[in-house]
């Protein structure tokens, strides 16, 4: 029986570049892929059928791949109980069940299950902060530069939480809270349930996939449709 018809894809990033797409599956395999190459050839349904194998697969282990985030020199993988950067000095991170990675001034924020955004240090492997105040597993971690310094949030959605708290990446202190639950125009019927979020200086979407680029929220949903707006 091939795992390829029953695995699901739990992540996925861009290289800095944009010129590949690193996909990270239920069985703790992450797949690369040319993105150029696969656009150019989407005209040739034959091509295609070929160029759509990845151009690098490798296994982190046998759990899930939830997170995975990129930089100019590195892809680090979020699986069940640890982090990982898969190369040749391959380190691991010891951590609960990691949902969300962000790379941010050479530091990695991770949003796991035990309920604190971890802040640890590229150079060193140390954590440097836990931002310490949700009270369920968090889903999402994101980090926005502002003038003069950075700020985090991070959205909890299981049912002791479902809140959005943004910290002062400064002091590693929270300094706002949303609970988009509590307010009737903005539950949607999906009680505290936030899968993903994504934040401007202006704006804040949240679904189940949401994110800003060149001037668009471009959303996904259970309705297998992706969708995009300008705001």
């Given at each position: 029986m091939k795992k390829e018809l029953y695995t699901t894809v739990f992540c996925q990033a861009f290289s800095a570049c944009g010129g590949y797409l690193a996909a990270g599956d239920g069985f703790g395999n992450i797949a690369c892929?040319?993105?150029?190459?696969?656009?150019?050839?989407?005209?040739?349904?034959?091509?295609?059928?070929?160029?759509?194998?990845?151009?690098?697969?490798?296994?982190?282990?046998?759990?899930?791949?939830?997170?995975?985030?990129?930089d100019e020199s590195h892809l680090i993988a979020g699986t069940s109980g640890l982090i990982q950067r898969p190369a040749a000095d391959s380190e691991s991170l010891s951590q609960p069940e990691v949902n969300s990675l962000e790379l941010h001034d050479n530091r990695l924020y991770v949003g796991s299950g035990n309920h604190d955004v971890q802040v640890i240090d590229l150079e060193t492997r140390i954590k440097v902060a836990s931002l310490r105040g949700h009270s369920d597993y968090i889903h999402v971690v994101r980090v926005r530069q502002l003038i003069t310094h950075s700020r985090a949030i991070s959205a909890s959605a299981r049912p002791e939480d479902g809140s959005v708290r943004f910290w002062d990446t400064r002091q590693n202190k929270e300094v706002s809270k949303v609970e988009p639950h509590t307010h009737s125009d903005l539950e949607r019927g999906m009680g505290k349930w936030i899968g993903a979020l994504d934040v401007t200086d202006d704006w804040m979407p949240w679904l189940h996939e949401a994110r800003f680029h060149d001037g668009l929220v471009l959303a996904g949903g259970d309705r297998g449709r992706t969708c995009t707006s300008s705001h």
């Open positions: 892929y040319d993105v150029k190459k696969i656009v150019e050839l989407s005209a040739n349904e034959e091509s295609l059928r070929e160029f759509r194998r990845p151009e690098l697969r490798f296994s982190t282990g046998e759990a899930p791949v939830y997170a995975l985030v990129c």
